[in-house]
């Protein structure tokens, strides 16, 4: 089972009440309980912590690295922000959740700003799973509803994924990309957007399947679709002329 450490910025649940009701022990400590439920090694690391938890010695034991921020993107250190996403490259997978979005390892990755808009009224919102055959689709009927949520709507500014898993519709009419697979050096990422720190959506199954269905999904893997060192390459496949093989 793929070792996972749950990082959350820890803000939100010290100064709302309402976030403090639904996740008293922050949210990075339910989502870690629930992954340990599934029989996962499970850690949490938070901003407030030196290196905001993510030391070099931490992300090297980690398989599958949660991120969970909002309001604090800009106090996450840049140079914790690249380790996060050299370690990705090199093989550790990374789940983003919710306005994770902006968050500088996701952006560093995806190289793009990751900008949407938004709306929170606590609208219904329904997720259609268009890509039922994915690991992180197991077990989760053709679609599912969140009861209260914050609209995400399109355009959201990220690369084309690699594979769309769930498409969100919202009750004002909106629709935007809610689950997005990619693949950077080694690494998976996947990006899942409900998870607004005011409603209960974390407490929901059909959500808590698709957290351990990603678990397994982003852990490491064996090989690369690409080469992730440079290498000189003196013997050419073919013969060019006036050129002598070394």
């Not at 994924?161 to 519709?169: A, C, G, H, I, K």
């Given at each position: 089972?793929?070792?996972?450490?749950?990082?959350?910025?820890?803000?939100?649940?010290?100064?709302?009440?309402?976030?403090?009701?639904?996740?008293?022990d922050?949210?990075?400590?339910?989502i870690?309980?629930?992954?340990?439920?599934?029989?996962?090694?499970?850690?949490?690391?938070?901003?407030?912590?030196?290196?905001?938890?993510l030391?070099?010695?931490?992300?090297?034991d980690?398989?599958?690295?949660?991120?969970?921020?909002?309001?604090?993107?800009?106090?996450?250190?840049?140079?914790?922000?690249?380790?996060?996403?050299?370690?990705?490259r090199?093989?550790?997978?990374?789940?983003?959740?919710?306005?994770?979005?902006?968050?500088?390892p996701?952006r560093?990755?995806?190289?793009?700003?990751?900008?949407?808009t938004?709306?929170e009224?606590?609208?219904?919102?329904?997720?259609?799973?268009?890509?039922?055959?994915?690991?992180i689709?197991?077990?989760?009927?053709?679609?599912?509803?969140?009861?209260?949520?914050?609209?995400?709507g399109?355009?959201?500014?990220?690369?084309?994924?690699?594979?769309?898993?769930?498409?969100?519709?919202?009750?004002g009419g909106?629709?935007?990309?809610?689950?997005?697979?990619y693949?950077?050096?080694?690494?998976?990422?996947?990006?899942f957007?409900?998870?607004?720190?005011?409603?209960?959506?974390?407490?929901?199954?059909?959500?808590?399947t698709v957290?351990?269905?990603?678990?397994?999904?982003?852990?490491?893997?064996?090989?690369?679709?690409?080469?992730?060192?440079?290498?000189?390459?003196?013997?050419?496949?073919?013969?060019?002329?006036?050129?002598?093989?070394?």
């Amino acid at each position: 089972m793929p070792t996972i450490t749950v990082w959350n910025e820890y803000v939100h649940e010290k100064e709302n009440d309402r976030a403090a009701e639904l996740y008293p022990d922050g949210i990075h400590t339910h989502i870690a309980n629930i992954l340990a439920e599934a029989g996962h090694d499970t850690h949490t690391a938070t901003l407030q912590e030196p290196d905001h938890g993510l030391t070099e010695d931490v992300l090297e034991d980690t398989d599958v690295l949660y991120w969970w921020g909002h309001i604090a993107h800009d106090e996450v250190a840049d140079q914790v922000a690249e380790r996060v996403a050299r370690h990705v490259r090199e093989g550790m997978g990374l789940v983003v959740l919710h306005s994770g979005h902006h968050s500088k390892p996701f952006r560093k990755l995806l190289g793009m700003d990751a900008d949407l808009t938004w709306r929170e009224v606590g609208e219904r919102e329904r997720l259609h799973v268009i890509d039922p055959g994915h690991p992180i689709a197991s077990g989760l009927p053709e679609s599912f509803v969140v009861p209260e949520a914050e609209m995400y709507g399109e355009p959201f500014t990220v690369p084309e994924p690699d594979r769309l898993v769930f498409v969100s519709w919202f009750e004002g009419g909106e629709v935007f990309r809610s689950g997005c697979c990619y693949r950077r050096g080694k690494g998976r990422v996947f990006y899942f957007r409900p998870g607004h720190e005011t409603y209960p959506v974390y407490h929901q199954s059909e959500v808590q399947t698709v957290l351990r269905n990603a678990a397994e999904w982003a852990a490491p893997v064996e090989g690369s679709p690409y080469p992730t060192e440079p290498r000189n390459v003196p013997d050419p496949a073919e013969d060019i002329d006036g050129y002598e093989p070394r």
